[in-house]
């Protein structure tokens, strides 16, 4: 009858959207596995952590796929896209952490160079012949500033994954996650202004011992972030991916 057609229809829908969903999973956790893998960012020790929760996260996934398909019932789907609900958030939760991870890595050694930078502006200043010396030091302090902002969210960053990792619960677990992201964001765009401020200083000084790009940190080594899931609608939608290297 109508109404039995429907249904049916109704459940050959909402499988399918439950295994879009799944093989997009698969097939972001296995674009962040060749990410860790190729990175030089962290040990080799860490990596084959990450790489190991990886596949065992693609594992239960593939374990999930095959219920829906086995499933004939709709209370069983309904069980099932409620499990899948809750492993999507554990996901982001732990493709952040693992993305963050890689990244504050690369902020913490461009952190290191800029604070080396610091020392030898300091040096070539003093020797330069600098006839817009207010402009010149004005520039010196924001570059310092952004420095020592980027360095301090860099560590509070750090504390918070820490905090992270010991919360008692998956909703602290997350907030902390979130926050620590965002300061490593914060940290980023603040290494990308001091890059900006320091090409001007050597506009204006260009001393002989330095050029223009030597030793100064390249914007685009912090402008670049790994995929990261996102949900379109508020019903566990299609997940989207970003680039933004």
Do not use: W
């Not at 006839?131 to 010149?136: A, D, F, I, P, R």
């Not at 924001?142 to 905090?163: G, P, T, V």
């Not at 914060?186 to 002989?208: N, Y």
């Not at 685009?220 to 989207?240: A, E, H, M, V, W």
């Amino acid at each position: 009858n109508k109404g039995s057609k429907e249904s049916r229809q109704h459940f050959e829908n909402s499988r399918e959207f439950m295994l879009i969903n799944i093989d997009l999973m698969i097939e972001y956790l296995e674009k962040l596995k060749s990410r860790v893998d190729s990175s030089e960012d962290i040990s080799d020790d860490e990596a084959q952590d990450i790489i190991e929760e990886i596949d065992e996260r693609i594992g239960k996934l593939k374990e999930r796929r095959q219920k829906i398909l086995d499933g004939q019932e709709i209370k069983e789907l309904r069980k099932e896209l409620k499990e899948l609900k809750k492993f999507h958030g554990e996901l982001k939760d732990f493709s952040l952490e693992s993305v963050d991870k890689i990244k504050h890595r690369r902020l913490g050694e461009i952190i290191k160079r800029a604070e080396k930078l610091e020392e030898k502006l300091d040096r070539i200043l003093a020797k330069a012949n600098i006839t817009n010396q207010s402009q010149v030091n004005s520039l010196v302090n924001n570059f310092k500033a952004k420095i020592d902002s980027a360095r301090d969210k860099y560590h509070d960053a750090i504390d918070l994954f820490e905090d992270a990792r010991n919360a008692s619960s998956s909703f602290d677990r997350h907030q902390l996650i979130l926050q620590a992201h965002e300061k490593l964001v914060s940290a980023h765009f603040d290494l990308k202004s001091a890059h900006f401020i320091l090409k001007e200083i050597f506009r204006l000084v260009k001393p002989l011992d330095l050029d223009d790009d030597d030793d100064v940190p390249p914007s685009n080594q912090t402008g670049c972030t790994l995929n990261t899931p996102n949900i379109s609608s508020k019903n566990f939608g299609y997940i989207i991916y970003k680039n933004n290297c």
